[in-house]
């Protein structure tokens, strides 16, 4: 596999809370030049990328990274980042439905944000360090029937990050049109090759122009 098309399958990432506009150029730059699948910024920062990269692919984040908000705040965020420009938004569910087992309500979450998302794809964080097998399966279930395009492992500020034997796990129990995304924990261009073998189709990850050089990933 080569660099390039491991690079088309990444969603190059910054998420600090204390990221600075230089910090966002220095990624936009990289997405721009490496040609990843996209960048996955703030909220914050959705409409001043949109400005300065209007061809790059935004992503961000909902309910992130605890996922308790309430459903219409996640839906206001939604409606927000489109409107700001971003055309990928990866949502957290609410960690405490999916351990309270109240699974039809993550379902309907899930299904009410791919609603205001439209055509935009929604990818669904279900944080597998928190969960154990019989939650994963029942989250692989509710991103299916509420529509959502894509499951992501991991917020990366887990836990724990994305693990191989869960992506074996969601492509045994998701249906056919939903996509996986890894996050977290994916540390070298070896990790990045498994991962994509594994089959998924995006990689979370801020590391991976390093990790392309041979270097190993020390965060998200």
Known sequence: ??????????????????????????????????????????????????????????CTVVGFPLGYSVTDAKAAEVEAALKDGANEIDMVVNISDVKNHLFDKVEEEIRALKRICGNHILKVIVETCYLNEEEKIAMCHAVTNGGADFIKTSTGFGTGGAALEDVLLFKEHIGPAVKIKAAGGVKTREDLISFLNAGCERIGTSSAVGMLEGKESKGY
């Open 1 to 58: 596999m080569t660099n390039q098309e491991i690079l088309s399958h990444i969603d190059h990432t910054q998420l600090k809370a204390f990221a600075v506009w230089e910090d966002i150029v220095k990624l936009c730059d990289e997405a721009v030049k490496y040609r990843t699948a996209s960048v996955c910024i703030p909220p914050a920062y959705i409409s001043r990328v949109h400005a300065a990269y209007p061809e790059l692919n935004i």
